[in-house]
């Protein structure tokens, strides 16, 4: 089955630097990965994702890569301001998610951004 | 548009008892997924129902269940609670469950004693 992996598990940075979090996956059948960013009390919300037939999407500070051979994608944060700090998930489908359609995510374990000020 | 509504936000239950969380999704959404999140697994997918119908099933015990009404709100329903069982509890929606965003509920968090 999928397995996602995401490190760091906590990240501080400073105000204005870049942010850096790498996820890697295990089913070479994923065709979907989004990141998901989680503030304190509330639910994860989407941020940016991307699909297997593109290698980098962009937008405005956000933007994710994905290498498909060696099966790691990452989120890249500039320019960090403090209101960046939560918990971000990367994710990929479930088993059969992939052929049914179905998006039904496999999330990794998080990470805890901190911008200081 | 409303976001996703879950009820009740928080509640504590002792090990045995059984407890029903309520999802109201975004108007139109006919996908409901269960999540489980935890500080030990993070967020698990525990299952997705679609026009009523269960589709998709996560790796969690039969206790375990849920349901979807013809106006797409879901419930889901842990019996025999243990305390292993305390989590924050998210529903998320979807249009049609296709790839693409999950929108979140804030969760229901359950404490277990």
């Known amino acids: 089955g999928e397995n996602v992996e995401q490190h760091p598990s906590t990240l501080s940075v400073q105000e204005g630097d870049s942010a850096v979090i790498k996820c890697t996956y295990s089913?070479?059948?994923?065709?979907?990965f989004p990141w998901y960013k989680q503030e304190l009390g509330k639910g994860p919300q989407l941020i940016i994702d991307i699909r297997s037939n593109v290698g980098e999407k962009k937008d405005q500070r956000i933007a994710v890569t994905l290498n498909k051979t060696a099966k790691h994608f990452s989120l890249h944060i500039t320019e960090t301001q403090p209101e960046d700090s939560a918990v971000y998930f990367c994710a990929a489908p479930l088993p059969g998610g992939a052929q049914t359609g179905a998006n039904n995510l496999f999330f990794g374990t998080g990470t805890r951004l901190t911008v200081i000020p | 548009k409303a976001g996703v509504t879950q009820t009740p936000r928080y509640l504590i239950k002792t090990r045995g008892q059984q407890v029903t969380l309520s999802c109201s999704p975004i108007?139109?959404?006919?996908?409901v997924s269960w999540y489980q999140q935890t500080p030990g697994q993070g967020l698990q997918f525990l299952f997705e129902?679609?026009?009523?119908?269960?589709?998709n099933k996560g790796n969690f015990p039969g206790r375990f269940s849920g349901r979807q009404f013809s106006n797409s709100r879901s419930e889901m329903n842990v019996s025999t609670l243990e305390l292993g069982d305390s989590a924050l509890y998210l529903c998320?929606?979807?249009?049609?469950?296709?790839?693409?965003?999950?929108?979140f509920g804030e969760g229901s968090r359950l404490t277990v004693l």
């Open positions: 108007s139109g959404h006919r996908s």
């Open positions: 129902y679609f026009s009523e119908t269960q589709r």
């Open positions: 998320a929606s979807s249009l049609e469950g296709l790839t693409g965003e999950l929108f």
């Open positions: 089913d070479s059948a994923s065709n979907y």
